[in-house]
């Protein structure tokens, strides 16, 4: 019971300004907790709360991260990444992790179990491709709606891995894409239509690595700091 509670904790955690350096941590600990498995990861992320209580959230004003659109300061930039094939002894279903910002800060995010078995690191990265697509033709059509972006804006996603890249641009059905559900291939269809733009980012600029794997401690600093959490007391 106190285990469950403390899930359900860290979901409403999850939601509050705080939430996105922990939100893989309540992802992976959930299932642990449905199949009665020690809570290692619970206790763990509890005690990471505990320790970093004083870490918030800093908006830095209009700030332009995006190389394309210079002129973009109100235009939110989405990262996007997957950890393929999960556990051994599990599901052997991949994690999509994505998160968008904002004025040097998160606005958007979420590190989820992908519905489906992915065959190859390159569809892991697809199908959490088509994920944070969708949240980006939410978020782009809110901040049109807004005033802050036009029509012929694209909202910029970042990407790490070059395959996904190439699935999303390449419209022709092939070998390695053939068997891939539909509605994965949403990706092409905002893309040709303009609504987002897609771009490669090196592995260890990808905002994103932290909402779908476990990270290490050098890793896990460098998360924080891409994030753009600091400590509220200094």
């Not at 332009?64 to 990262?79: C, R, V, W």
């Amino acid at each position: 019971m106190t285990s469950r509670l403390g899930v359900g904790t860290q979901g409403a955690w999850v939601r509050n300004p705080q939430g996105d350096n922990i939100a893989s941590g309540a992802n992976f600990s959930a299932p642990k907790i449905k199949e009665c498995e020690p809570a290692k990861a619970l206790l763990r992320v509890i005690q990471y709360l505990k320790g970093t209580s004083d870490l918030g959230i800093l908006y830095e004003g209009p700030k332009n991260e995006i190389d394309e659109f210079p002129n973009a300061s109100y235009l939110p930039i989405g990262y996007t990444d997957s950890d393929w094939a999960g556990p051994l002894n599990g599901e052997r279903k991949s994690t999509s992790g994505f998160i968008f910002k904002l004025a040097g800060a998160p606005i958007s995010w979420r590190s989820s179990k992908q519905p489906c078995v992915s065959l190859s690191s390159n569809e892991a990265e697809y199908v959490a491709l088509s994920e944070a697509v969708r949240e980006a033709t939410w978020l782009r059509n809110m901040m049109m709606e807004l005033g802050f972006v036009t029509a012929k804006d694209p909202l910029p996603i970042r990407a790490d891995n070059k395959g996904s890249i190439d699935l999303a641009t390449v419209a022709a059905i092939t070998a390695r894409s053939k068997h891939i559900d539909t509605r994965f291939h949403y990706s092409r269809t905002q893309l040709n239509e303009g609504v987002i733009s897609i771009k490669h980012v090196p592995t260890e600029d990808m905002v994103a690595d932290g909402l779908t794997k476990p990270l290490g401690t050098v890793a896990f600093r460098r998360f924080i700091d891409l994030l753009g959490l600091f400590a509220g007391n200094t």
